[in-house]
């Protein structure tokens, strides 16, 4: 059985900084594109970040570029989110991802092996 497991969310103060962390088991995904999604109460499920399989390529939301790092451990069958400079409006459910479609343009979309979430409340 395929599970992705996420770890690491929790409550932090704005411009504070959080790790998450998604670990892989019942099938290795180390040769396939890994991802972050969130979702705020109220709005749609949105793409944060992804990464190729050999971590030689990420891609970012633009609301996120410059404040969250993506990586990727494939001995570890793990893939984090570094999340700096915490905003209030990053408040949500995060999502990991696994098997992304990515495309010659625009953002990757989403594979069909999901996590069950982890909570990320910024308070202001």
């Known amino acids: 059985q395929v599970r992705l497991v996420e770890s690491g969310g929790g409550l932090v103060q704005a411009g504070g900084s959080l790790r998450l962390s998604c670990a892989t088991s019942g099938r290795t995904f180390s040769s396939y594109p890994m991802g972050w999604f969130r979702q705020a109460p109220g709005r749609e499920r949105e793409f944060v970040a992804a990464?190729?399989?050999?971590?030689?390529?990420?891609y970012y939301a633009d609301s996120v570029k410059g404040r969250f790092t993506i990586s990727r451990d494939n001995f570890k069958d793990t893939v984090y989110l570094q999340m700096n400079s915490l905003k209030p409006e990053d408040t949500a459910v995060y999502y990991c991802n696994a098997d992304l479609l990515i495309r010659n343009h625009g953002l990757p979309g989403a594979g069909k092996f999901w996590g069950q979430g982890t909570q990320v409340t910024v308070s202001a």
């Open positions: 990464i190729i399989w050999d971590s030689s390529t990420t």
